[in-house]
């Protein structure tokens, strides 16, 4: 059993930053592709960015150069750092993981982009 922590969201305005920390109950992000996601009301969930178990990053056309995916595998965490937020950016962002064929997924956290 996986479980993930998100952490980081909350309210800013345009243009500002947040960044979001995603901690893991075990060593698995050095071994297992994890994934950004977010889903704004009545919008399908979405990937934001993902990096592979290699360290490879990849990332939505919508987030290129604004955002970069990271992690720390001496801390089980996998971070998102978000800069020049736009009001579009309003989401609840998850992680994902697909350990060993089975998707985990955390509770989420709010990101709110407004003045």
């Known amino acids: 059993q996986v479980q993930l922590v998100e952490s980081g969201g909350g309210l800013v305005q345009p243009g500002g930053s947040l960044r979001l920390s995603c901690a893991a109950s075990g060593s698995i992000f050095s071994r297992y592709a994890t994934g950004w996601y977010r889903q704004a009301p009545g919008k399908q969930r979405e990937l934001v960015a993902g990096?592979?178990?290699?360290?490879?990053?990849n990332y939505a056309d919508s987030v290129k150069g604004r955002f970069a995916i990271s992690r720390d595998n001496a801390l089980n965490t996998v971070y998102l750092q978000m800069n020049s937020l736009k009001p579009e950016d309003t989401a609840v962002y998850y992680c994902?993981?697909?350990?060993?064929?089975?998707?985990?997924w955390g509770q989420g956290t709010q990101v709110t982009v407004s003045l």
């Open positions: 994902r993981v697909n350990y060993a064929g089975t998707d985990y």
């Open positions: 990096i592979s178990n290699g360290g490879t990053p």
